[in-house]
């Protein structure tokens, strides 16, 4: 079934539309909003939807605003920004790199950020905002190195995503050690940091994330056509007119920095920068990088995550990053032997 259509402007200008993906972002955006709401009146003070919904429009009683305004609408936020991020920054490295595997998660700037927040935590003693800053620059120093170690006349998918591997070990070994090394009451906040949470959370990491998406999304799309060229390789994305180079590193950093701000404000949330690109392209069943239906599913798929485990488990009794990390270590399996039959690896 064809689902493009042609729009054609008054200055004579003919933009495509792909009907189908444009109603999956649709989709996806009520799916993460409504899951949102439900989440909002989840809690030990349940709040119907409704009232949750009329209290965001300011008609609700003073005890109602308290519990979802100052409580528990920054978390939703966290979730909802944390996971467009990751969605977002999974679809730009597996669209680079040419590989389903091209996630964060597997070329490890989620173990530098780790690394990063636990020499602030181990090391330092530092509180949360240095724990922050910490994660942030430990994922950049990472992506960065991943960069320069798998630079030969260009990057290549496939070199950049064995030199990650390998840098994922390094530093999953270095967390290791300054794990033993550091006293119990470290280790352990420490440990609870690494699993991935959004509890919590307050506006102090709303307003970053929302800032950064704010910059970074615009310069994503503006290069969103020079990316899906790169997909056909960098010698016809090179006749075509596009600068491979350039446009690849811009798009790494700004990769980068979406997964390192994401890790920073709720810890290595696993693996939804790996599933969130692949759910969304078998949705849209578009070829390209599916960068919007990339953001909206992770979007979606966090907060249904933290939902689900609040339901099944209490607010503070399992970290959504538990959640993400056993259905996203399901589907890499999944998806490792499709590709193994497939010829690809």
């Not at 200055?11 to 439900?38: E, I, P, Q």
């Not at 003073?62 to 966290?78: D, K, S, T």
């Not at 966090?302 to 959504?320: E, I, K, M, N, Y």
Request: aromatic letters at 4%.
């Amino acid at each position: 079934m064809k689902t493009n259509r042609v729009i054609r402007t008054p200055g004579g200008l003919s933009l495509g539309l792909d009907v189908r993906a444009v109603t999956v972002v649709v989709l996806l955006l009520l799916v993460a909003l409504a899951a949102g709401v439900v989440l909002i009146g989840t809690g030990d003070f349940p709040i119907s939807a409704g009232d949750v919904v009329k209290t965001l429009l300011g008609n609700g009683n003073a005890g109602q605003e308290f519990i979802v305004n100052e409580l528990r609408l920054p978390r939703v936020l966290v979730g909802l920004l944390v996971g467009a991020s990751l969605g977002l920054g999974g679809a730009l490295f597996q669209a680079v790199t040419r590989n389903p595997l091209g996630s964060p998660d597997v070329l490890g700037l989620g173990q530098g950020a780790t690394a990063g927040a636990l020499v602030m935590i181990v090391l330092f003693s530092g509180n949360a905002a240095q724990v922050t800053v910490g994660a942030l620059v430990g994922g950049l120093v990472t992506g960065l190195a991943i960069y320069l170690l798998a630079w030969k006349r260009g990057v290549h998918g496939y070199r950049l995503v064995l030199v990650g591997i390998g840098v994922s070990a390094i530093v999953t070994a270095i967390n290791g050690y300054l794990l033993t090394v550091s006293d119990i009451v470290d280790a352990a906040r420490a440990v609870v940091w690494m699993t991935g949470s959004l509890n919590g959370r307050d506006w102090d990491q709303v307003w970053p994330l929302l800032g950064l998406c704010a910059v970074l999304l615009p310069l994503v799309l503006a290069n969103a056509r020079g990316l899906r060229m790169m997909e056909m390789g960098d010698d016809v994305s090179n006749a075509l007119g596009v600068r491979v180079e350039r446009v690849r590193a811009l798009l790494m950093v700004a990769a980068v920095l979406l997964t390192a701000t994401a890790t920073a404000a709720a810890g290595p949330v696993s693996f939804v920068a790996l599933t969130a690109p692949q759910l969304a392209r078998r949705l849209t069943r578009s070829p390209g990088p599916n960068l919007l239906p990339s953001l909206c599913m992770g979007a979606a798929l966090l907060v249904t995550a933290d939902w689900a485990s609040q339901r099944a488990f209490g607010a503070d009794q399992l970290p959504v990053g538990v959640v993400t990390g056993v259905l996203g270590g399901v589907y890499l399996l999944w998806l490792l032997v499709t590709e193994r039959r497939a010829g690809r690896i």
